[in-house]
């Protein structure tokens, strides 16, 4: 089993800037999927970034503003956002699976992100 932890959100202005970090309870292996996903109020959970050893993936909505990585030596990922807009106030929320595809399997708690203007 594998525990996710989210931390680093809070309430920032448009325009700055934000680090959110997922710890994981166990190692990862590279070959597992970490993700975030975001849910904003009254609207469905989506993607935002992936990353496994052989692909990052980043939503149109955000690329050219987040980058994510992962440091599987400590058990890290990492969702640096830049440019923060009021869309993307939501929940982010850290997701593991086993491998390159299929569903993730393990979730974390969610940690708020709130862009005012």
């Known amino acids: 089993q594998v525990q996710l932890v989210e931390s680093g959100g809070g309430l920032v202005q448009a325009g700055t800037s934000l680090r959110l970090s997922c710890a994981a309870s166990t190692r990862t292996s590279s070959i597992s999927t970490m993700a975030w996903f975001r849910q904003a109020p009254g609207k469905e959970r989506e993607i935002v970034a992936s990353i496994n050893y052989v692909n990052t993936y980043l939503s149109a909505s955000v690329k050219g503003r987040f980058t994510v990585s992962r440091d599987n030596a400590k058990n890290m990922m990492y969702l640096q956002m830049n440019s923060l807009k009021l869309e993307d106030t939501a929940i982010y929320y850290c997701?593991?699976?086993?491998?390159?595809?299929?569903?993730?399997?393990?979730w974390g708690q969610g940690t708020q992100v709130t862009v005012s203007l």
């Open positions: 997701a593991w699976r086993p491998g390159t595809n299929g569903d993730y399997v393990y």
